[in-house]
């Protein structure tokens, strides 16, 4: 059974840090990029930051650029986002996204595993 389940998610005061877990659970989650998006109310859902199979190519929208940090550990079926500086404006629900194809992370997908989601609320 092919799951990404989210975790850590809360309400924390403008400037704070936040890490976002996912953990996934089909065999070859070691050859899907990875990848966070989030979607706030009455928005569009829309790509935070993706990574490669292996770490070595990481993608990152503009709005979270220098602040977010998104990491894997294959051994452990692990992806997470660092996120530091926060802001009001990065108030959302934060998804995990699994894709087969590299050059299509920061779009969706039909071959896409997504999460459930886990919110993130930032007060000002």
């Known amino acids: 059974q092919v799951y990404l389940v989210e975790s850590g998610g809360r309400l924390v005061e403008a400037g704070g840090s936040l890490r976002l877990s996912c953990v996934g659970s089909w065999h070859t989650f070691s050859s899907y990029a990875m990848a966070w998006f989030r979607q706030a109310p009455g928005n569009e859902r829309e790509f935070v930051a993706g990574?490669?199979?292996?770490?070595?190519?990481?993608y990152y929208a503009d709005s979270v650029k220098g602040r977010f940090t998104i990491s894997r550990d294959n051994w452990k079926k692990l992806v997470t986002l660092e996120m530091n500086a926060l802001k009001p404006a990065d108030t959302a629900l934060y998804f995990c996204?699994?894709?087969?194809?590299?050059?299509?992370?920061?779009?969706?997908?039909?071959?896409?595993?997504w999460g459930q989601g886990t919110q993130v609320t930032v007060s000002a």
């Open positions: 996204n699994a894709d087969p194809r590299l050059a299509s992370i920061q779009e969706e997908g039909p071959d896409d595993y």
């Open positions: 990574l490669s199979w292996n770490g070595g190519v990481t």
